[in-house]
Structure formats: structure tokens, C-alpha cells
């Protein structure tokens, strides 16, 4: 397995199907364009088998974290080690660009999620709550 960070659209589109969505040409060169965003993909034989963005979140008084946005691994990659070693891998940017952690939300019933991030060091943060705002696209 090869970990890639990468950086060209044509890259993200060969991978289109690990994402949950068909990539965007705009959110694409956006995502590409800011160096605070971060996307790795493993690749089996050449293969994409996995993927992981992360963005580095800033604040005056507690500095730089990796925000672990989305992991996605192709079904018949799974259970391989592909996404504990494209969290790892994202931990190690984390650290390169000296940020003073990382962190990830996923749904409580996420099996899969809990056991790969735990294999990788996450621990659940006590009583937190997620809420959201959805907005409509117009």
C-alpha cells in the first residue's frame, strides 16, 4: 500500500469513488488550493483504495488541530488496515504542521469508524454533544 498526498484535480476524479459524492471541479480546486486542507489516498497496485481529508483549524488562544473531515475506504479494500494507516498517515501531517492534536466526529453506532480510530490512539471525548445547521443550497 502507497499513501499519496494529493494535490491535482486529476488525481481526486481517478478516486471519485470513495467520496460520497461525484467531486466538484470548483470544491475541488478550492480543497486543492488552501494548504490548511489535506487529502491522502492509498492505493493498492495502483488502485484507489482509500481516502482521508483533513483541515487544520485555527483559534487565537489554542492554536492549530487537524480536523479528520472524512474517511472513506473502498468496500473491497476493507478490513486491511487501509483506513488505520490513512488516519495514522494524517496524524503524522498533523504533527508536521504542528498542530496540538487531532480530532473526528462520527456517529455513535459506527462501528467500523470507532474501531479503526481507536486502533490508532482516538479515545471518545466525555459527554460531548454535536449540533449542526443544515442550510439550503440555492
Request: net charge negative.
Amino acid at each position: 500500500m502507497e499513501i499519496r498526498r494529493i494535490t491535482q484535480v486529476e488525481a481526486i476524479k481517478a478516486a471519485g469513488h470513495l467520496f460520497d459524492d461525484p467531486p466538484r471541479q470548483g470544491a475541488t480546486e478550492s480543497f486543492l488550493g488552501d494548504e490548511r486542507h489535506h487529502l491522502l489516498i492509498a492505493c493498492v497496485d495502483n488502485v484507489p483504495a482509500g481516502m482521508v481529508t483533513g483541515v487544520e483549524m485555527m483559534h487565537p488562544d489554542k492554536g492549530t488541530e487537524m480536523f479528520l473531515y472524512e474517511l472513506g475506504v473502498d468496500e473491497s479494500f476493507r478490513r486491511q488496515g487501509v483506513g488505520r494507516a490513512l488516519v495514522s498517515a494524517l496524524a503524522d501531517v498533523a504533527r508536521e504542521r504542528d498542530c496540538y492534536g487531532m480530532w473526528v466526529i462520527t456517529d455513535a453506532d459506527n462501528a467500523a469508524a470507532l474501531a479503526t480510530y481507536g486502533h490508532v490512539g482516538g479515545v471518545p471525548e466525555e459527554e460531548q454533544v454535536v449540533l449542526v445547521w443544515t442550510f439550503d443550497k440555492t
